[in-house]
């Protein structure tokens, strides 16, 4: 009943009131999975946005990745990676990172159809991201900007949950500890070469299951203990 | 597939068995990996899965372990584990991750319809440990880059129209019959049946430098100790045959019709190096430089054998066949300098010389045995002898042996009563370390000489080892002592010292074991055979192993020796010194996978004996 009321559902009826059409209505149509519902049995999508910068209201995002999580496994065939259209120059130094070069973003899908996609293949599901204020906050810029609505679903995040690990082991939290790359090796996961959207998507999933694993080795958690403390939670 | 995934892609191509696959295939399979995490100490497989699954292990490590619980294989980076995928798994069981492991899995579904697209890849999932390794050596039979030589038969390049007179001919007409047909032998027919063979040879020595008649039949002068082969003798066999009997020409027949003659002429059009040529340079030679000379050919000779893909047991067969003939020129030139031996005496190699297992240029093992009617004052001359011929050996590249095991040694070279003293006392009061020592003394074959007077030891011998159940159990604990190493990659027990750090010893990690046990077993079943291959075989026939452990044992050191021998080739190739060090790294994930699957049938093989060693102790 509370949670019905101040939980991310009653955000949604809220948010489902305010729209009136477009990809949102179809999106807040779906209703959210109930919290109580033990974590395992939820299916979750590990989203990952490169991006020419961390500003959320200059920069702008060059590709998605994506990957779906059910019954605690990742679906390989699930795997979505999408480059998004831009007639803005790249810097070089971005391009030689994420390996897309300007004429590759040329041919990329507009961003606004991306949204619509991405907004299909999220809804009723769970978000994860590392660091996820970022993948937040362009997805609430765009939809503002596009759809005139806030954006809002329920979130993992995967740094604060290795935060929530780090201090229950007394740990001390360096910010460079928290990087996917180092969180990974902490867990003995495989160095992945490649630097993109998928491929961060799909570290982040092996990542979160590791993580999943330290706090709740019988893995008997509810989906509110996993969003506890997490950002709109 | 996207290609951002080409990382796992990657990945998936190096691991056994899906680098049989097509690419579109691959890329197929990596659409359908679901991944699976795995805190340490969860089981495996997993238990909520929802279908049966390949697991491919990412990362990690997985201990499994039997239905009692004992551990049996520890699954490291880039293995399978597919039991859940083959109807009929021998090697089902249940697993711990003994590390945090990422699982990659594949549903069995997805497998099986991959199946009919490669047969190599449908052979890894329907068989068994063992049928797995029986057709890697099939594959390394057929392997594209080699040559056929090893696959063709002597009717594939035999002439096809045999060169013949009658033996009422005279040897003037056989004669200008040879010329007119341009060859250097003549078949000779009786009855339509083969009774000889003349040879410009024959005609050299027996009629022209004699004086002889030649309007006498050439039944006269004709070699009539026929050595001939049939006609699906392989190649590799056509040439042991000639290298065997320092012989040229070979009539090739079926039943006692010839139907054609093969040359060594017509060998070496098939094969550069030859060692029917090497055997008679030796049989010509005239002084140990000669000899020295000679024997620099061997590697290359092994390195041609290798790339003729012959199986490891033809190579050891031919390599050590040019050892007995080096052996038996060096006692020649010995009996030249000290003149003829005071009693009879027989030679005998031991080791891998002795189990026609050798290699080229391993150390030199070998014995002595006089006749009981030596004298004292008749050991300077044995002395002497054993002096000349082992130096000789080592002058030619094999090493004086680091045990001396030699005949120099004044233990090892003793009438034949003494021998049978020390053959007793091993047997009637085994030691541990006496018998590492002597294990190469129940390797012996007689070399040159009065091999009788081996033969008589051996037999009392071998019926003082088929009854005697404690010198057996002494011999299996002996066996036991060098254990495969069966856990992979990281845990691959890799030797320490400076020179082969990080590198495998397959000689005494992966062929000695084998070898060992087939000792076992011509021990206690009294077989007079010293080929280990050959000892595995009689083993089965005689009751006391079972066809299936006896073939597999036969194919993992065929396997074993395959990759030793490739190992020595490539080492060869570069100039180096050729050894048994390898460097897992250098070998392809598929020969790791057989590798491993030859290590666990030794395993196997292993814990038989050493439940039926602990069954006779009991008793």
Redesign the interface.
Known sequence: MWARLFGPESKRLRLLKQSDQGPLLDFYRQAFVDTKTPARGVDYVVLDFETTGLDIHNDHIISIGLIEIRGFSIHLDTAWHQIIKSTRDMPGETAVIHKITDDMLVHGMEVEDAVVKLLQRMKGKVLIAHHAVIELGFLNKICQKYFNQEFYMPVIDTELLAKRVFSRHHQEIKSSSLRLFNLRKKYDLPAYRAHNALSDALSTAELFLALLNDLYPKQDCRLKDLLKGMPGS | M???????YDYLSMQVPFITLTEASRKTL??????????R??AFPPS?I?QNYLYLL???AIDLRDADGNLFEKMNEGETYSSACVAESDDGGHGIAS??S?LY?IPCKVIQSLQDESPDFHQYFITSVHQRLKYALECRQRSEDAQSFMQLSVSDIASRTPISVSSDTSIANAAKHMTHENVSSILVMQDEQLVGIMSDHDLRSRCVATGLNTELPVSKIMTTELISVSDNTSLADTLLTMTRHQIHHLPVVIGNRPTGMVSVTDLIHQLGANPAFIATDIEKANSVERLVQVSRYLPELQLQLAMANSTAVQIGEVITAITDALTRRLLVFAERTLGPPPVPYVWLAGGSQGRNEQTSHSDQDNALFISDDMRPEHDAYFAALAKSVSDGLDACGYIYCPGNAMATNDRWRQPVRVWRKYFRKWIEQPEKKSLMLSSIFFDLRPVYGEAQLYEEVQRDMLSMTRSNGIFIAFMVSNALSRRPPVGFFRNFVLIHDQEHDHTLDIKHRGIIPIVDIARVYALSEGLTACNSTERLRLAYESGSMSQEMSENLIDSLEYISSLRIQHQAQQIRDGMQADNYIDPKTLSGLERGHLKDAFMIIKDMQEVLESRHQATRMQ
């Not at chain 2, 996207?2 to 796992?8: A, G, K, S």
């Open positions: 996207e290609i951002e995934l080409q990382e796992i990596v659409n359908m990996i679901v991944i699976h995490y795995l805190r100490g969860q909520d929802d990412r990362s990690g590390e945090d990422l899995m």
